[in-house]
């Protein structure tokens, strides 16, 4: 659990953040960290900053920063498997995206960018085909042991209902 300080200076530093003020955010977690480094949430946070100032690389090793302290992370895993899938690095960012879903279920922009990833990978048929007779690999995804079937069907779903389908 989170010291109350920590805690408020982590909602100033977003504050920062959200207002566009990146180089003074991304001191502000860079503080926090220097007196909590176990604070995952704070490296997770000092990523998004980076990420928004386009810092990607720093971004990246925020993010697997805070895996590291928090295994498991659902959004730093999503936010690293969106570094990873724009620096072309597909397979470990597919890796990323269903540790998110594995994590957590209901986490539909994770669920979003795994079935955008299906998409370019396979024609919208064939990710379907792949779904509806079984010929996926069970990868070890993580908690619970979800297989890349039912990963891929919420995904392909996740994408459907977003009207990307015409």
């Known amino acids: 659990m989170l ?6 200076e982590i909602d100033a530093a977003d504050q920062l953040r959200d207002t566009g003020q990146l180089d003074a955010a991304v001191l502000a977690y860079q503080a926090i960290i220097s007196v ?15 990420q ?13 920063l805070a895996i590291n302290l928090r295994p498991g992370y659902p959004e730093a895993n999503n936010n690293l498997g969106i570094i990873l899938s724009k620096q072309g690095n597909d ?40 779904v509806s007779t079984g010929n996926c690999a069970e990868p070890n995804v993580g908690k619970g042991q979800r297989t890349t079937r039912r990963v891929v069907l919420r995904s392909w779903f996740a994408y ?5 389908v015409a």
Do not use: I, Q
């Open 36 to 50: 909590a480094p176990n604070v995952a949430l704070a490296h997770y946070k000092l990523g998004t900053a980076y």
């Open 91 to 130: 397979a470990d960012a597919e890796v990323c995206y269903r540790n998110a879903v594995a994590e957590n279920t209901d986490y539909f922009e994770a669920h979003l960018n795994l079935g955008n990833m299906f998409r370019t990978w396979f024609t919208p048929c064939r990710s379907a085909l792949l």
């Open 3 to 8: 010291k109350t300080l920590t805690r408020r």
């Open 52 to 64: 928004r100032a386009n810092r990607l690389e720093e971004a990246a090793e925020s993010f697997k």
């Open 160 to 164: 459907r209902s977003h009207g990307a």
